[in-house]
């Protein structure tokens, strides 16, 4: 494995592959990617797959963080009650929270011995998605509440005056928040794809001896090359990682519209 | 840990991955020999230095099924099988593994192979101690002159191992000199290499990092050191009648495997930079009966 990632993402990062393998994706076999899969298939296989391990687990968490989190900005944000500023506080702690605290809990969770034993989860890519979630979830409910409380006053109230309905105003108040919203979901995304300290607890670094990654993502893959030294590798897995959430964000941003 | 996913998958089937919230791959359903997978935790050291990708990859092919390693030190190892999280511990410190068989959780406990610990610094070696005979005296004048040393101080087994020699060198370590940095081996030779401090390493650590500025000060007995420098790795199954979501058959089959002359073979024929990094030691033609029992254990007890 020693020569086999080194030589592997330096030679992918000479070619650009980070773009070729995106594209390759989508059919298109771009010339870096055909140049790296004829020399070097081996090693192209580990690397992809870790890609495609971060990418399963970071945003599928993410997935279901959204799920979870608007839902519960919208319920805060329409309603007043006794406590609320409590509760606002307590997500905001939760943006905060770290990590490897988080990879700690829910290893006692999903342990043979924890409440959720029975179901086998751990060193699994379910129990790095339920710590990413328990990541990511705060984040994106801070912000997209503080997005929609941000929406004027004056924009509901017209809504209403309008004659809409409950459900018009929330609709509206989405509409007008959805850049708020999607930087929310996307600072969830970067939280979970860019944090070590759960996955590497509960997803145990795992890859097979042929090289494919079972619970290995590109965080912990960084982690594991510096342990061996390897500083430039661990470093070009780095640039990966970044071009990827880059481009997430670039196809999310454009996906969402821009501001109106 | 597959007999409970194949139980629940026949109870349960795809209910188990949906309570948990998230779709998987994972097979449920009930799998033949070849699609189980044994979990293994094990030592940063056999994994970093390659062997562990080596030997695995010829256990799947020998017998179909995948091993997932997840290298941890010895003393989260053997935790981590405590909780009934792992189907075999491959780890190097006989003090824990043998506190691990008198509890109860580890079953035919095999020795497999070893290769030693060298002491490593600085080639402007302050303490002066290249060459010594006798690592407690190095670690004795290492710790006079107050020359930096850097500490595993995980409860691995190269921790366990320097925690006894600064025992028998009659020193409790302490002060600036010396710095716990609580990581893995090759963590912890970055930072001895970067800061000109000594450590403790075993060999096929060592070696497999060339690239580190350190030079070998004392030798371990591979090359005429001290016994006590001695890196003896040994192989245990989880007790199947503790946790009976182990999978102990495939467990077995994996120690069958690397203790037979073929799994020896592969130890014994890994190589790095033309350097043999580990030696087998599990086949002999007068076995050692004390590698199956803790330490000073008697029958007549």
Not at chain 2, 79 to 107: C, I, K, P, Q, W
Request: charge should be negative.
């Amino acid at each position: 494995m020693e020569v086999r990632s080194l030589t592997m993402v330096e030679t992918a990062l000479g070619l650009g592959m980070i773009d070729g393998w995106l594209l390759a994706e989508g059919g298109t076999h771009l010339l870096g990617e055909a140049l790296v899969a004829s020399a070097l298939p081996f090693e192209w296989t580990y690397i992809r797959s870790i890609i495609a391990v971060s990418l399963y687990v970071s945003l599928t968490a993410v997935l279901l963080s959204t799920l979870i989190s608007l839902p519960i900005a919208m319920l805060i944000g329409f309603s007043e009650f006794p406590g609320k500023g409590g509760i606002v506080a307590a997500i905001n702690t939760g943006m905060g929270f770290p990590s490897v605290v988080v990879g700690l809990i829910v290893l006692f969770a999903v342990s043979n011995q924890g409440p959720l034993g029975q179901f086998d989860l751990i060193f699994t890519k379910q129990a790095m998605i339920i710590s990413q979630v328990i990541l990511a979830a705060p984040v994106i409910t801070g912000v997209s509440l503080a997005a929609v409380t941000s929406v004027e006053q004056g924009v509901r109230d017209a809504a209403y005056a309008a004659g809409g309905t409950k459900l018009d105003v929330a609709l509206i108040t989405i509409k007008e928040a959805r850049y708020g919203i999607l930087t929310g979901v996307l600072a969830g995304l970067g939280r979970a794809i860019s944090e070590v300290g759960s996955v590497l607890i509960v997803g145990g670094n795992i890859a097979r001896a042929d090289g494919t990654s079972v619970t290995r993502t590109l965080t912990t893959a960084i982690q594991l090359e510096a342990r061996q030294g390897r500083f430039r590798t661990a470093l070009a897995l780095g640039a990966v990682l970044l071009a990827l959430v880059l481009l997430i964000n670039g196809l999310v941003l454009r996906l969402g519209g821009g501001r109106t | 840990m597959i007999q409970r996913r194949e139980f629940l998958g026949v109870l349960a089937g795809g209910a188990t991955l949906a309570v948990a919230g998230c779709a998987g791959d994972d097979s449920t359903g009930p799998a033949a020999v070849t699609d189980e997978t044994l979990t293994l935790t094990t030592t940063t050291s056999t994994y970093d230095t390659g062997l562990l990708d080596e030997v695995n990859a010829a256990f799947t092919d020998e017998f179909g099924a995948a091993v997932e390693a997840v290298a941890q030190g010895t003393g989260a190892a053997l935790e981590t099988a405590r909780n009934g999280d792992s189907d075999v511990v491959m780890v190097h410190a006989r003090s824990l593994e043998d506190e691990f068989l008198r509890e109860g959780y580890g079953v035919n406990r095999r020795d497999l192979m070893f290769n030693d610990f060298v002491v490593v610094g600085p080639p402007s070696d302050p303490a002066g101690i290249n060459g010594m005979d006798s690592v407690t005296e190095a670690f004795r004048r290492i710790a006079e002159t107050e020359s930096p040393f850097i500490s595993r101080g995980d409860n691995s087994g190269t921790h366990t191992k320097e925690l006894t020699i600064w025992e028998e060198a009659g020193i409790e370590p302490g002060g600036e000199w010396y710095s716990e940095t609580g990581t893995g081996m090759g963590e912890a030779l970055n930072q001895a290499n970067l800061s000109g401090a000594y450590t403790l390493s075993d060999r096929g650590t060592f070696i497999s990092r060339s690239d580190a500025n350190l030079d070998i000060h004392v030798q371990g007995p591979i090359k005429g050191g001290p016994e006590l420098l001695a890196n003896p790795y040994g192989i245990i199954a989880v007790n199947p009648a503790v946790h009976e979501n182990v999978n102990y058959d495939l467990a077995m089959a994996y120690i069958g495997f690397l203790t037979s002359p073929q799994g020896q073979r592969i130890i014994e024929n890994y190589t790095v930079d033309g350097n043999q990094l580990f030696f087998p030691r599990a086949l002999s033609e007068e076995p050692d009966f004390q590698q199956y029992v803790p330490e000073g254990w008697r029958s007549d007890r």
